[in-house]
């Protein structure tokens, strides 16, 4: 297999530096509201804060990929003296909570790094901390070129997008039965 070259995005987040004032999810949600900037709504952000004032926590945390199932068990950190909650540094939609999924229809949210084109110079995350807690690097990597998805995969990733992957799984499940 050939080797191409991948360019790697990394937000890098300073907890400290963070002061919880969700410039952040605003902006997040306003870039990729439609049209584009029309509303903002922090429930739609696909970067959330995890916020405890008196426990002097503010946790910038990103939407990853979705949990299909919850986990059988929980993780608890503490850092510095101060102890998070259990799934506090987590980056999935999952049943066990409500963040990462967009409000109206459930879909689980995934952050996109601000993919748009003309690109950015940074994620707009990013250019709106002021408190320089999120900052950017881009770097490339050789990595094994990917096989082409086949039509198959095209046609589910198009069916996916339009009924979301739970819709999708079950009508699958549902037709599996019949056979
Ligand atoms: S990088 Fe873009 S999509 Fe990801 S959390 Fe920041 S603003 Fe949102
Ligand atoms: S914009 Fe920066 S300082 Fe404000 S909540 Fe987000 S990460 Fe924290």
Known sequence: MSKVK?????????????????????ICSAF???????????????????REPIKDIYLPVYAGERAGAECMGRDKYVIDGKEYDECSFCRAACNSREIFKEPDSGLPLKCDMCESDPP??????????????????EREEEVEEEEKPGDVEIGLEALAGKYGIQKLMDAVARMSKKE
């Open 6 to 26: 991948k360019k790697v995005k990394v937000i890098k987040i300073d907890v400290d530096k963070c002061n919880g004032c969700r410039a952040c999810e605003v």
């Open 32 to 50: 990729h509201a439609t049209p584009k900037y029309s509303s903002n709504n922090p429930a739609r952000s696909r970067i959330r804060l995890i």
């Open 120 to 137: 950015l110079s940074e994620p707009m995350c990013v250019q709106w901390c002021l408190n320089d807690a999120l900052s950017y690097e």
